[in-house]
């Protein structure tokens, strides 16, 4: 079955960097486009960046992010990585993966990152 599997989150202080992971399972990785979206406590869950098929570059992302947040993929590995830099206290978030096949959405459980001095 699809599965995806995030890690990487924890404390950063404003400024720094976090690298998130995302490994994936079940289903052909480099076939589909892979998504990173976030979910900010009472907000709803915004999209963060999509890495295509044909590149590691986003080709959808916010505006809160840019020039900030990169997003890359490993097809060997199976695996979608964000990596943020010059972190805000307002990245503060639960950050899912997603990918989309078989007509549904798929998630995983999510990674707490936490900006804060």
């Known amino acids: 079955q699809v599965q995806l599997v995030e890690s990487g989150g924890g404390l950063a202080q404003p400024g720094g960097s976090l690298r998130l992971s995302c490994a994936a399972s079940?289903?052909?990785?480099?076939?589909?486009?892979m998504g990173w979206y976030r979910q900010a406590p009472g907000k709803q869950r915004e999209l963060v960046m999509v890495?295509?098929?044909?590149?590691?570059?986003?080709?959808n992302y916010g505006d809160s992010v840019q020039g900030r947040f990169t997003i890359s993929r490993d097809n060997a590995k199976n695996t979608v990585y964000l990596q943020m830099n010059s972190l805000k206290p307002d990245d503060t978030a639960v950050y899912y993966c997603?990918?989309?096949?078989?007509?549904?959405?798929?998630w995983g459980q999510g990674t707490q990152v936490t900006v804060s001095s």
């Open positions: 997603n990918s989309f096949l078989g007509g549904r959405f798929y």
């Open positions: 890495a295509t098929i044909t590149s590691s570059s986003s080709t």
């Open positions: 079940g289903f052909t990785f480099s076939l589909y486009a």
